[in-house]
Protein backbone atom coordinates (compact mmCIF):
# COMPACT_ATOMS: atom_id res chain seq x y z
CA UNK A 1 0.00 0.00 0.00
CA UNK A 2 3.01 2.56 0.68
CA UNK A 3 4.71 1.34 -2.54
CA UNK A 4 1.56 2.53 -4.30
CA UNK A 5 0.97 6.08 -2.48
CA UNK A 6 5.37 6.56 -3.23
CA UNK A 7 4.85 5.72 -6.80
CA UNK A 8 1.63 8.09 -6.98
CA UNK A 9 3.48 10.58 -5.10
CA UNK A 10 6.60 10.42 -7.50
CA UNK A 11 4.22 10.20 -11.06
CA UNK A 12 3.05 13.22 -9.67
CA UNK A 13 6.30 15.50 -8.89
CA UNK A 14 7.20 13.90 -12.32
CA UNK A 15 4.24 16.04 -14.09
CA UNK A 16 4.05 19.23 -12.29
CA UNK A 17 8.24 19.26 -12.85
CA UNK A 18 7.47 18.74 -16.72
CA UNK A 19 4.59 21.28 -16.97
CA UNK A 20 6.40 23.82 -14.99
CA UNK A 21 9.68 23.38 -17.39
CA UNK A 22 7.33 23.12 -20.37
CA UNK A 23 5.21 26.26 -19.35
CA UNK A 24 6.96 28.32 -16.96
CA UNK A 25 9.20 30.44 -19.42
CA UNK A 26 6.29 30.87 -22.04
CA UNK A 27 4.67 33.77 -19.63
CA UNK A 28 7.34 35.92 -20.58
CA UNK A 29 6.57 36.16 -24.31
CA UNK A 30 6.22 39.59 -24.99
CA UNK A 31 6.32 40.10 -29.13
CA UNK A 32 5.93 37.76 -32.34
CA UNK A 33 9.09 37.04 -32.63
CA UNK A 34 9.74 35.89 -28.98
CA UNK A 35 6.45 33.91 -29.94
CA UNK A 36 7.87 32.42 -32.71
CA UNK A 37 10.91 31.34 -30.99
CA UNK A 38 9.09 29.50 -28.15
CA UNK A 39 6.94 27.45 -30.95
CA UNK A 40 4.39 29.10 -30.88
CA UNK A 41 1.59 28.58 -34.22
CA UNK A 42 1.81 30.83 -36.72
CA UNK A 43 -1.70 31.36 -38.16
CA UNK A 44 -2.48 31.97 -41.52
CA UNK A 45 -3.81 35.21 -41.23
CA UNK A 46 -2.49 38.72 -42.92
CA UNK A 47 -0.73 39.90 -41.06
CA UNK A 48 0.74 36.61 -39.77
CA UNK A 49 -0.36 36.15 -35.54
CA UNK A 50 1.50 34.02 -33.41
CA UNK A 51 -0.52 32.31 -30.34
CA UNK A 52 1.34 30.11 -27.50
CA UNK A 53 -0.74 27.50 -25.34
CA UNK A 54 -1.02 29.24 -22.25
CA UNK A 55 -0.03 32.85 -22.98
CA UNK A 56 -3.37 34.48 -23.52
CA UNK A 57 -2.50 36.98 -26.18
CA UNK A 58 -1.90 36.73 -30.04
CA UNK A 59 1.14 38.59 -30.92
CA UNK A 60 1.08 40.28 -35.26
CA UNK A 61 4.21 40.06 -37.06
CA UNK A 62 5.10 43.75 -37.31
CA UNK A 63 7.14 43.28 -40.52
CA UNK A 64 3.86 42.68 -42.57
CA UNK A 65 1.71 45.59 -43.45
CA UNK A 66 -1.78 45.97 -45.05
Excluded: H
Excluded at 12 to 41: M, Q
Amino acid sequence: MISKILLILIIAAIAAGVYYFKFADKKDINSFAECVDAGGAILESFPEQCTVPGVPKTFINPTQQL
